[in-house]
């Protein structure tokens, strides 16, 4: 990132969808920018609310790399001042890299203003807690393979091995394969999983099931675009589940360097 000079675009990440979970320091860019330029498959057209008088508004759905480029270059040259808005989190499947070379290599200022992902409302929606004590402490986040390709590495019976917590982005119309190969590493059928469809917007949908179970259960929904789909053993940790163990931070007899520890109290 370039620091030197006030940025002149903004890469906004707009969050799951809600208006309201929008960051304050997106909602005040949003209403400062002169030209807002939005992904609006994914990105609440409601943002467009907040534009200011005379702001230009362009979804980018139909357009190419350069065409995105060439408007915030032409924009910035002008003066103005550009807020490129991303679904969720800029940072993951954003496609924001190849839009950050092209800035530099024009000599234009940038920033990235981070957003709520997808992934945390979907996580919001189940009321889970992903990272779990004595069940699963990591998160693998991943896709698999369309038009984008995924490094051999990271082929999903590869990273099924962990038995973590697993969120794919992406990959929901590939559920059967998605399934299969998570089952060739080692989860078992009766782990728990859920897709999230279009996580907190008005038409949010759920589907849980066990993991040989999900196919036939999002067949069912129709769900195949727009969805998270989750998997593992924290995810029974949600509301009516048996009780997982409590985490250690805020047991009374553990201490830490907020609260010393109270001996004799258990959780
Ligand atoms: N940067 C975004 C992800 C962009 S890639 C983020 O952090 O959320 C687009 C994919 O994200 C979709 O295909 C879907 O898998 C997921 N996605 C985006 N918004 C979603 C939502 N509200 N609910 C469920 N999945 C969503």
Redesign the pocket.
């Known amino acids: 990132m370039e620091t030197e000079r006030q940025p002149a675009v903004y890469f906004i990440?707009a969050g799951?969808?809600a208006l309201d979970l929008l960051t304050l320091r997106a909602e005040r860019l949003l209403r400062r920018a002169d030209l807002i330029l939005y992904a609006d498959s994914?990105v609440n057209p409601e943002i467009t609310t907040l534009a200011k008088p005379g702001a230009k508004v362009i979804g980018t759905a139909s357009l190419a790399l350069d065409e995105i480029v060439g408007l915030m270059v032409e924009a910035v040259g002008a003066g103005r001042l550009v807020a490129r808005v991303?679904?969720?989190?800029?940072?993951?499947?954003?496609a924001i890299r190849e839009q950050m070379v092209a800035l530099r290599a024009a000599g234009v200022t940038y920033a990235v203003v981070p957003?709520v992902?997808?992934?945390f409302?979907?996580a919001a929606a189940l009321g889970v807690e992903l990272t779990c004590p004595e069940v699963s402490q990591t998160v693998i986040i991943s896709r698999v393979a369309g038009r984008t390709p995924v490094p051999e590495r990271e082929d999903l019976p590869a990273l099924a091995t962990h038995g973590t917590t697993l969120v794919l982005?992406?990959?929901?119309a590939q559920i059967d394969e998605v399934v299969s190969q998570l089952r060739e590493g080692g989860y078992a059928a009766d782990t728990p999983a859920a897709v999230?469809?279009?996580?907190?917007?008005p038409d949010?949908q759920i589907v849980q099931a066990e993991l040989s179970a999900l196919p036939t259960a999002v067949r069912a929904s129709g769900i195949t675009?727009?969805?998270?789909i989750l998997v593992g053993d924290a995810l029974q940790a949600g509301p009516g589940s048996v009780p997982q163990p409590a985490s250690r931070l805020y047991d009374p007899s553990f201490g830490h360097g907020w609260r010393a520890p109270r001996p004799g109290r258990r959780a």
Do not use: C, E, K
């Not at 991303?86 to 954003?94: A, E, I, Q, R």
């Not at 982005?169 to 929901?172: G, P, Q, R, T």
């Not at 999230?196 to 917007?201: L, M, N, S």
């Open positions: 990440g799951p969808g994914l991303h679904s969720g989190d800029p940072s993951l499947y954003g957003g992902s997808s992934l409302g979907a982005f992406l990959s929901v999230v469809y279009r996580a907190t917007w949010q675009h727009q969805a998270l």
